[in-house]
């Protein structure tokens, strides 16, 4: 049997307000990615019918969500007529008889996680709880002698209610008749004036149906309702990544304080040292990155990089070693040392080249960018600027302090523009005795 012949639904078309943002909730990023990204990336691991409801900012969440994924169906909610939850599956119809739903909001979710509700077959509905020291924002689930009777949203609870603190997780599965007859019956006479989903658990109740609780864990279930969530969330998502690489061999030093997104990827024995910031779309291959460096969609391989460095994306390290305040910009460099504060921008530099303190290309003359090319064997000596475009041949010295031009430059020569030394005597005596005076 395929087992991905089941449904699953993720809502998605609410505005967000408690985030108070311009942006819809969904498309917030945790790791790199939208958090919407999250959900949808498990849920198509173990169903081939995944749909999104959208409405709030539609054609934003349509846009990202086809930049990544190719088989999703998407449901429209008019959410005017009838906003919330319930409301936004008026208009799902789903392919398969089981149907999971799931909040867009919760991007800690794993598939595993969401199989456990798949292997409760026997139950007309299976609805996700877990207990929390403080409940705010959740709606709260009350319990009777080990059955659920009904959720109650914050906003809606009594005093009692409120002190409840076993909460809705926010996910369910549904028999798809269960939902075709009930969806249609929600009312909306609550405190939001909203269609609540959560209303079919008392409704699915009354009828002598079947709802079992599955308690689940915070860690992959938490909404994110606020900044400070999304920052929870993140921090949650973040730890399981560098957990994922440490298993593999990574090393890390103070790992609660590195930051990796999402597709970062590391091969072979790497070290991560503590601050460093690493993000979508960097590969790291046995290689060294020091304290409080950030490296953003780049390749480093065989090289070490830091402390304090900073890799803008698109570049190419191999065999190369970048120093403190070294900055590097879509730039290649292959058996190259920059030990120390420069600025390497739409370059490329090959073995054997020494680049001094100081070094700046000088990429962009106020309207393009353009490139520098400098060979291999290379000695490029402190405090030079390279004017792009230019191309610095094999073999070259360019002395200290030198302007190079654009143009090139060629092998084998000393390239030197310095301004002759002029040595006056006595001057300083002079220069000071004539300050006191005034
Ligand atoms: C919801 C549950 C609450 C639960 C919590 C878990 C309801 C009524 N309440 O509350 O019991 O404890 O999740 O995190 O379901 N959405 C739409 N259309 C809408 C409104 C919302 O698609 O008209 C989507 C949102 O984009 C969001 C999800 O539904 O992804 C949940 O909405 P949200 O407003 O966050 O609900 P909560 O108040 O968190
Ligand atoms: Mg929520």
Redesign the pocket.
């Known amino acids: 049997m395929n087992q991905k012949k089941r449904s699953i639904v993720i809502?998605?078309?609410?505005k967000?307000s408690r985030l108070k943002s311009n942006k819809a909730?969904?498309l917030h990023e945790i790791c790199g990615k939208p958090m919407l990204y999250h959900i949808i990336k498990e849920a198509e691991k173990i169903s081939d019918d995944v749909s999104v409801?959208i409405?709030h900012q539609k054609e934003q969440v349509r846009k990202m969500i086809e930049s990544y994924f190719d088989n999703i169906n998407f449901v429209e909610?008019d959410?005017d007529k009838f906003?919330?939850?319930g409301?936004?599956l008026k208009n799902y119809a789903p392919r398969y008889e089981q149907v999971l739903v799931l909040?867009?909001?919760?991007p800690l979710v794993t598939a595993e996680a969401m199989e456990q509700f798949f292997k409760m077959k026997e139950s007309d509905i299976v609805m996700s709880i877990f207990d929390l020291d403080d409940p705010s924002?959740?709606?709260r689930v009350v319990i009777d002698e080990n059955e659920v009777c009904y959720?109650v949203?914050q906003k809606d609870a009594n005093k009692k209610e409120l002190a409840v603190t076993t909460?809705?997780?926010?996910v369910y599965a549904f028999k798809r008749d269960i939902l075709e007859k009930f969806i249609p019956l929600l009312k909306n006479d609550n405190a939001q004036n909203?269609y609540?989903?959560?209303d079919i658990i008392e409704m699915a109740k009354n009828e002598g149906l079947g709802v079992r609780a599955l308690l689940v864990d915070e860690e992959h279930f938490k909404?994110v309702?606020s900044k400070k969530d999304l920052a929870e969330a993140e921090m949650i998502l973040c730890r399981r990544i560098r957990n994922k690489w440490m298993q593999k061999g990574i090393t890390m030093q103070l790992p609660e304080t590195i930051y990796i997104e999402s597709d970062v990827v590391f091969e072979g024995e790497c070290i991560i040292e503590q601050g460093c910031r690493i993000t979508e779309g960097a590969r790291i291959v046995n290689s060294h990155i020091k304290a409080h460096s950030i490296v953003e969609e780049s390749e480093v391989i065989d090289s070490d990089v830091g402390p304090l460095a900073h890799l803008r994306p698109k570049s190419l390290l191999r065999d190369t070693h970048i120093g403190n305040f070294v900055e590097v910009k879509k730039s290649t460099l292959t058996g190259v040392k920059a030990g120390h504060l420069s600025y390497i921008g739409d370059a490329e530099a090959n073995e054997g080249t020494n680049i001094g303190a100081g070094m700046i290309t000088c990429n962009y003359d106020g309207i393009n960018k353009h490139k520098t090319k400098i060979g291999k064997n290379v000695f490029i000596g402190s405090d030079s600027q390279l004017v792009a475009p230019v191309t610095i041949e094999d073999n070259v010295i360019i002395a200290a302090g030198t302007t190079v031009p654009s143009g090139t430059v060629e092998t084998g020569v000393l390239a030197i523009s310095r301004a002759p030394l002029k040595k006056v005597k006595g001057f300083f005596q002079k220069f000071f005795t004539k300050k006191e005076k005034q």
């Open positions: 809502l998605a078309a609410g967000g909730k969904v409801v409405a909610q959410a906003p919330g939850t409301g936004a909040n867009g909001d919760m924002g959740y709606g959720i949203e909460v809705n997780a926010g909203e609540y989903l959560t909404g309702n």
